[in-house]
Protein backbone atom coordinates (compact mmCIF):
# COMPACT_ATOMS: atom_id res chain seq x y z
CA UNK A 1 0.00 0.00 0.00
CA UNK A 2 2.52 2.92 -1.07
CA UNK A 3 1.90 6.12 -2.25
CA UNK A 4 0.97 7.99 1.27
CA UNK A 5 4.13 9.66 0.85
CA UNK A 6 4.36 12.97 0.24
CA UNK A 7 6.49 13.18 -2.61
CA UNK A 8 4.94 15.91 -5.24
CA UNK A 9 4.16 19.11 -4.81
CA UNK A 10 0.51 18.46 -5.05
CA UNK A 11 0.19 16.05 -2.05
CA UNK A 12 2.92 18.37 -0.24
CA UNK A 13 0.19 20.78 -0.54
CA UNK A 14 -2.58 18.89 0.63
CA UNK A 15 -0.77 17.77 3.62
CA UNK A 16 0.45 21.36 4.79
CA UNK A 17 -2.44 23.71 3.67
CA UNK A 18 -5.66 22.28 2.62
CA UNK A 19 -7.96 22.92 6.01
CA UNK A 20 -8.83 19.72 7.37
CA UNK A 21 -8.85 18.72 11.13
CA UNK A 22 -5.53 16.51 11.84
CA UNK A 23 -6.79 15.41 15.22
CA UNK A 24 -9.93 14.54 13.88
CA UNK A 25 -8.77 12.05 12.27
CA UNK A 26 -6.45 10.68 14.68
CA UNK A 27 -9.51 10.21 16.86
CA UNK A 28 -11.41 8.67 14.27
CA UNK A 29 -8.26 5.96 14.00
CA UNK A 30 -8.27 5.80 17.91
CA UNK A 31 -12.20 4.83 17.84
CA UNK A 32 -11.42 2.27 14.52
CA UNK A 33 -8.96 0.40 16.16
CA UNK A 34 -11.38 0.29 19.65
CA UNK A 35 -13.72 -1.18 17.64
CA UNK A 36 -11.82 -4.03 15.76
CA UNK A 37 -8.99 -4.41 18.49
CA UNK A 38 -10.74 -3.48 21.88
CA UNK A 39 -10.15 -6.11 24.43
CA UNK A 40 -10.08 -6.22 28.15
CA UNK A 41 -6.62 -7.59 27.72
CA UNK A 42 -5.34 -4.70 25.70
CA UNK A 43 -2.16 -2.78 26.97
CA UNK A 44 -1.31 0.42 25.74
CA UNK A 45 2.94 1.06 24.42
CA UNK A 46 4.40 4.10 24.02
CA UNK A 47 7.80 4.50 22.13
CA UNK A 48 9.44 6.41 19.80
CA UNK A 49 11.05 6.58 16.87
CA UNK A 50 12.87 8.61 13.89
CA UNK A 51 12.54 9.67 10.63
CA UNK A 52 16.41 10.62 8.84
CA UNK A 53 16.21 13.94 7.32
CA UNK A 54 19.15 15.62 5.20
CA UNK A 55 18.09 19.41 5.50
CA UNK A 56 17.56 21.63 8.62
CA UNK A 57 14.20 23.12 7.73
CA UNK A 58 11.83 20.49 8.72
CA UNK A 59 9.67 21.46 11.56
CA UNK A 60 11.71 19.59 15.10
CA UNK A 61 15.03 18.31 12.93
CA UNK A 62 18.03 18.42 14.90
CA UNK A 63 20.84 16.23 15.67
CA UNK A 64 19.41 13.64 18.33
CA UNK A 65 19.83 10.20 19.00
CA UNK A 66 17.65 8.16 16.51
CA UNK A 67 16.56 4.43 17.61
CA UNK A 68 15.84 4.02 13.95
CA UNK A 69 19.91 4.27 13.38
CA UNK A 70 20.81 3.55 16.72
CA UNK A 71 23.26 6.88 16.94
CA UNK A 72 23.05 10.67 17.06
CA UNK A 73 21.47 11.80 13.12
CA UNK A 74 20.03 14.44 11.64
CA UNK A 75 16.45 13.14 11.94
CA UNK A 76 13.03 14.50 13.28
CA UNK A 77 11.22 12.15 16.04
CA UNK A 78 8.10 11.17 16.97
CA UNK A 79 6.33 9.93 20.06
CA UNK A 80 3.71 7.09 19.66
CA UNK A 81 0.90 5.25 21.64
CA UNK A 82 -0.09 1.58 19.81
CA UNK A 83 -3.03 0.15 21.47
CA UNK A 84 -2.84 -3.96 21.25
CA UNK A 85 -4.91 -6.75 22.23
CA UNK A 86 -4.82 -10.33 21.48
CA UNK A 87 -6.60 -9.38 18.45
CA UNK A 88 -3.93 -7.31 16.92
CA UNK A 89 -2.19 -3.86 17.17
CA UNK A 90 -2.22 -0.57 15.60
CA UNK A 91 -0.91 3.18 16.41
CA UNK A 92 -3.69 5.38 17.86
CA UNK A 93 -1.82 8.68 18.22
CA UNK A 94 1.49 10.49 17.55
CA UNK A 95 3.60 13.31 18.58
CA UNK A 96 6.45 15.06 17.08
CA UNK A 97 8.98 15.50 19.61
CA UNK A 98 9.79 19.60 19.35
CA UNK A 99 14.21 20.20 20.78
CA UNK A 100 14.24 23.36 22.88
CA UNK A 101 16.40 25.27 20.51
CA UNK A 102 13.45 24.77 17.93
CA UNK A 103 11.10 26.37 20.94
CA UNK A 104 13.27 29.07 21.29
CA UNK A 105 13.65 30.43 17.61
CA UNK A 106 11.08 32.19 16.33
CA UNK A 107 12.65 32.53 12.66
CA UNK A 108 12.31 28.72 12.34
CA UNK A 109 8.99 28.49 14.17
CA UNK A 110 7.46 30.67 11.16
CA UNK A 111 8.37 29.16 8.50
CA UNK A 112 7.73 25.79 9.83
CA UNK A 113 3.76 27.13 10.72
CA UNK A 114 4.43 25.57 14.65
CA UNK A 115 1.64 27.22 16.66
CA UNK A 116 2.05 29.61 18.71
CA UNK A 117 0.78 27.30 21.57
CA UNK A 118 3.38 24.48 21.04
CA UNK A 119 5.93 24.56 24.22
CA UNK A 120 8.62 22.61 24.76
CA UNK A 121 7.72 19.16 26.08
CA UNK A 122 10.01 16.21 27.15
CA UNK A 123 9.05 12.76 25.45
CA UNK A 124 7.83 11.46 28.43
CA UNK A 125 5.44 14.64 28.75
CA UNK A 126 3.92 13.81 25.43
CA UNK A 127 3.68 10.62 26.12
CA UNK A 128 1.45 10.99 29.44
CA UNK A 129 -0.45 13.46 27.09
CA UNK A 130 -1.19 10.29 24.58
CA UNK A 131 -1.60 7.86 26.81
CA UNK A 132 -4.32 10.35 29.04
CA UNK A 133 -6.40 11.18 25.57
CA UNK A 134 -6.37 7.35 25.01
CA UNK A 135 -7.74 6.60 28.55
CA UNK A 136 -10.03 9.31 28.69
CA UNK A 137 -11.96 7.99 25.94
CA UNK A 138 -12.12 4.82 27.63
CA UNK A 139 -9.80 2.51 25.78
CA UNK A 140 -10.07 -0.75 27.64
CA UNK A 141 -6.38 -1.08 28.69
CA UNK A 142 -5.17 -3.39 31.77
CA UNK A 143 -1.42 -1.97 31.47
CA UNK A 144 0.64 0.17 29.94
CA UNK A 145 4.29 -0.21 28.42
CA UNK A 146 6.76 1.34 27.79
CA UNK A 147 11.25 1.31 27.56
CA UNK A 148 13.34 3.38 30.12
CA UNK A 149 13.09 6.86 28.29
CA UNK A 150 9.50 6.57 29.86
CA UNK A 151 9.66 4.53 32.74
CA UNK A 152 12.39 6.60 34.17
CA UNK A 153 10.05 9.51 34.21
CA UNK A 154 8.06 9.48 37.73
CA UNK A 155 5.95 12.23 36.69
CA UNK A 156 4.52 10.01 34.30
CA UNK A 157 4.80 7.24 36.70
CA UNK A 158 3.13 9.23 39.49
CA UNK A 159 0.33 10.26 36.64
CA UNK A 160 -0.48 6.74 35.73
CA UNK A 161 -0.72 5.55 39.54
CA UNK A 162 -3.60 8.89 40.26
CA UNK A 163 -5.14 7.30 37.47
CA UNK A 164 -4.86 3.95 38.98
CA UNK A 165 -3.35 2.43 35.76
CA UNK A 166 -1.75 -0.44 36.41
CA UNK A 167 1.70 -0.25 34.28
CA UNK A 168 5.07 -2.84 33.50
CA UNK A 169 7.34 0.57 32.47
CA UNK A 170 11.32 0.05 31.87
CA UNK A 171 13.59 1.79 33.96
CA UNK A 172 17.42 2.28 33.88
CA UNK A 173 19.82 -0.17 36.06
CA UNK A 174 21.10 2.99 38.29
CA UNK A 175 16.82 3.99 38.57
CA UNK A 176 17.00 4.77 42.34
CA UNK A 177 13.93 2.59 43.98
CA UNK A 178 12.62 2.58 47.87
CA UNK A 179 12.92 -0.43 48.57
CA UNK A 180 14.54 -3.14 51.81
CA UNK A 181 18.35 -4.25 51.09
CA UNK A 182 20.47 -5.89 54.27
CA UNK A 183 17.43 -5.12 56.66
CA UNK A 184 17.58 -1.17 55.80
CA UNK A 185 14.93 0.58 54.47
CA UNK A 186 16.51 3.25 51.40
CA UNK A 187 16.60 4.32 47.92
CA UNK A 188 18.61 1.64 46.08
CA UNK A 189 19.64 1.19 42.41
CA UNK A 190 17.69 -1.74 40.38
CA UNK A 191 20.99 -3.31 39.30
CA UNK A 192 21.85 -2.96 43.38
CA UNK A 193 18.62 -4.75 44.47
CA UNK A 194 18.56 -7.33 41.18
CA UNK A 195 22.22 -8.44 42.53
CA UNK A 196 20.76 -8.78 46.20
CA UNK A 197 17.87 -11.38 45.16
CA UNK A 198 18.57 -15.20 46.04
CA UNK A 199 18.89 -17.93 43.73
CA UNK A 200 15.60 -18.83 45.08
CA UNK A 201 13.68 -15.93 43.78
CA UNK A 202 14.51 -16.72 39.96
CA UNK A 203 11.57 -18.67 37.79
CA UNK A 204 12.31 -19.08 34.22
CA UNK A 205 9.47 -18.09 32.63
CA UNK A 206 8.11 -17.20 29.05
CA UNK A 207 7.47 -13.31 28.15
CA UNK A 208 5.09 -14.69 25.01
CA UNK A 209 5.63 -16.27 21.67
CA UNK A 210 8.09 -15.50 19.11
CA UNK A 211 8.86 -15.60 15.83
CA UNK A 212 11.14 -18.66 16.63
CA UNK A 213 8.43 -19.53 19.16
CA UNK A 214 8.41 -18.84 23.45
CA UNK A 215 10.71 -16.34 24.66
CA UNK A 216 11.81 -18.03 27.89
CA UNK A 217 13.92 -15.88 30.26
CA UNK A 218 14.79 -15.95 34.17
CA UNK A 219 12.82 -13.89 36.15
CA UNK A 220 12.55 -12.21 39.66
CA UNK A 221 10.39 -9.64 41.77
CA UNK A 222 11.28 -7.44 44.79
CA UNK A 223 8.22 -5.57 46.49
CA UNK A 224 9.23 -2.11 46.77
CA UNK A 225 8.47 0.50 49.74
CA UNK A 226 5.77 2.86 48.76
CA UNK A 227 2.74 4.12 50.58
CA UNK A 228 0.63 0.61 49.39
CA UNK A 229 -3.38 1.10 48.72
CA UNK A 230 -5.09 -1.65 48.90
CA UNK A 231 -5.33 -3.36 46.08
CA UNK A 232 -2.22 -1.93 44.76
CA UNK A 233 1.75 -2.97 44.88
CA UNK A 234 4.28 -1.87 43.68
CA UNK A 235 7.49 -4.20 42.28
CA UNK A 236 11.25 -4.18 40.63
CA UNK A 237 10.48 -7.06 37.98
CA UNK A 238 14.03 -7.85 36.71
CA UNK A 239 14.46 -10.53 33.68
CA UNK A 240 17.41 -11.91 32.88
CA UNK A 241 18.66 -13.77 29.52
CA UNK A 242 19.60 -17.58 29.71
CA UNK A 243 22.34 -17.21 27.94
CA UNK A 244 23.99 -14.60 29.61
CA UNK A 245 23.26 -13.74 32.87
CA UNK A 246 24.96 -10.51 32.96
CA UNK A 247 22.15 -8.97 30.59
CA UNK A 248 19.61 -8.21 32.60
CA UNK A 249 16.45 -5.81 31.90
CA UNK A 250 14.37 -3.71 34.84
CA UNK A 251 11.50 -2.92 35.82
CA UNK A 252 9.20 -0.77 37.76
CA UNK A 253 5.47 -2.23 38.09
CA UNK A 254 2.44 -0.91 39.87
CA UNK A 255 -0.36 -3.32 39.79
CA UNK A 256 -3.05 -5.33 41.50
CA UNK A 257 -1.47 -7.23 44.95
CA UNK A 258 -2.77 -10.53 43.28
CA UNK A 259 -0.69 -10.52 40.01
CA UNK A 260 1.25 -12.97 40.05
CA UNK A 261 5.21 -12.93 38.56
CA UNK A 262 4.29 -15.04 35.23
CA UNK A 263 1.76 -12.29 34.02
CA UNK A 264 4.20 -9.72 34.74
CA UNK A 265 6.48 -11.37 32.44
CA UNK A 266 4.00 -11.42 29.88
CA UNK A 267 2.71 -8.64 30.08
CA UNK A 268 6.75 -6.93 29.77
CA UNK A 269 6.92 -9.37 26.67
CA UNK A 270 4.12 -7.30 24.53
CA UNK A 271 5.72 -4.30 24.18
CA UNK A 272 7.62 -5.78 21.05
CA UNK A 273 4.26 -4.90 19.85
CA UNK A 274 4.91 -1.48 18.91
CA UNK A 275 8.51 -2.45 16.93
CA UNK A 276 6.16 -4.45 14.59
CA UNK A 277 3.85 -1.79 13.83
CA UNK A 278 6.48 0.68 13.03
CA UNK A 279 8.18 -1.66 10.68
CA UNK A 280 4.72 -2.45 9.22
CA UNK A 281 4.12 1.35 8.95
CA UNK A 282 7.20 2.19 7.63
CA UNK A 283 7.39 -0.76 4.81
CA UNK A 284 3.68 -1.13 3.80
CA UNK A 285 1.98 1.55 4.52
CA UNK A 286 4.16 5.15 4.04
CA UNK A 287 5.07 5.87 7.44
CA UNK A 288 8.42 7.47 6.39
CA UNK A 289 8.11 8.50 3.11
CA UNK A 290 7.41 12.22 3.04
CA UNK A 291 9.33 15.17 2.08
CA UNK A 292 7.39 17.66 4.45
CA UNK A 293 8.97 20.63 6.17
CA UNK A 294 5.48 21.84 8.14
CA UNK A 295 4.32 21.04 11.35
CA UNK A 296 0.77 20.07 10.39
CA UNK A 297 1.59 18.66 7.34
CA UNK A 298 4.13 15.96 9.47
CA UNK A 299 0.58 15.33 11.72
CA UNK A 300 -1.43 14.96 8.69
CA UNK A 301 1.40 12.55 6.94
CA UNK A 302 1.51 10.49 10.09
CA UNK A 303 -1.98 10.35 11.08
CA UNK A 304 -3.34 9.40 7.39
CA UNK A 305 -0.56 6.39 7.36
CA UNK A 306 -1.40 5.63 11.08
CA UNK A 307 -5.14 5.35 9.69
CA UNK A 308 -4.03 2.65 6.87
CA UNK A 309 -2.12 0.47 9.60
CA UNK A 310 -5.21 0.27 11.34
CA UNK A 311 -7.60 -1.09 8.38
CA UNK A 312 -4.74 -3.45 7.81
CA UNK A 313 -5.00 -4.73 11.80
CA UNK A 314 -9.32 -4.70 11.36
CA UNK A 315 -8.91 -6.23 7.78
CA UNK A 316 -7.02 -9.03 9.47
CA UNK A 317 -9.45 -9.36 12.31
CA UNK A 318 -11.75 -10.19 9.74
CA UNK A 319 -9.61 -12.32 7.59
CA UNK A 320 -8.26 -14.56 10.30
CA UNK A 321 -12.29 -15.05 11.55
CA UNK A 322 -13.16 -15.99 8.10
CA UNK A 323 -10.28 -18.24 7.81
CA UNK A 324 -11.25 -21.85 8.61
CA UNK A 325 -8.68 -23.09 11.43
CA UNK A 326 -6.51 -26.17 10.56
CA UNK A 327 -3.98 -27.43 12.82
CA UNK A 328 -0.80 -25.94 13.03
CA UNK A 329 -1.39 -23.59 10.44
CA UNK A 330 -0.54 -19.82 12.45
CA UNK A 331 -2.89 -17.00 11.87
CA UNK A 332 -2.42 -13.94 9.23
CA UNK A 333 0.31 -11.48 10.10
CA UNK A 334 0.24 -7.49 9.25
CA UNK A 335 2.84 -8.30 6.61
CA UNK A 336 0.68 -11.36 4.97
CA UNK A 337 -2.60 -8.99 5.25
CA UNK A 338 -1.06 -6.35 3.81
CA UNK A 339 -0.04 -8.38 0.95
CA UNK A 340 -3.57 -9.68 0.62
CA UNK A 341 -5.11 -6.33 0.18
CA UNK A 342 -2.65 -5.26 -2.55
CA UNK A 343 -3.12 -8.54 -4.77
CA UNK A 344 -6.88 -7.75 -4.16
CA UNK A 345 -6.56 -3.72 -5.11
CA UNK A 346 -4.17 -5.02 -8.36
CA UNK A 347 -6.83 -7.39 -9.32
CA UNK A 348 -9.70 -5.19 -9.11
CA UNK A 349 -7.84 -2.56 -11.31
CA UNK A 350 -6.82 -4.65 -13.84
CA UNK A 351 -10.28 -6.52 -13.96
CA UNK A 352 -11.71 -2.84 -14.22
CA UNK A 353 -13.46 -2.03 -17.66
CA UNK A 354 -11.92 1.03 -19.35
CA UNK A 355 -13.14 4.43 -18.79
Known sequence: MPGLGARSGCSATYFSHVLWNEDAARDLCRDYVLEHLGADDGVLIVDETGFLKKGEHSAGVARQYSGTAGRIENAQIGVFLAYASDKGHALIDRALYLPEEWCEDGGRRT????????????????????????????????????????GSDRRLRMGLERREQSFVLAIRSNEKLWAVLDERLGQHAAARLAAGLPAQAWRRLSAGAGS???????????????LQRPPWDHWLLVR?????????????????????????????????????????????????????????????????????LAFLAGMRVKLNAAAPRKRGRSSLDLWSTSARVRSAISSAASNAPPA
Do not use: N
Request: with cysteine; proline share 4%; net charge neutral.
Open 240 to 308: RSRKDPKDLAYYVVFGPTETTLATLAQVAGRRWAIEECFEVAKQEVGLADYEIRSWHGWYRHITLTMLA
Open 111 to 150: EAAIPEEVAFATKPALAGRMIGRALDAGLPCAWVLGDEIY
Open 212 to 226: KGERFYDWARLRLTR
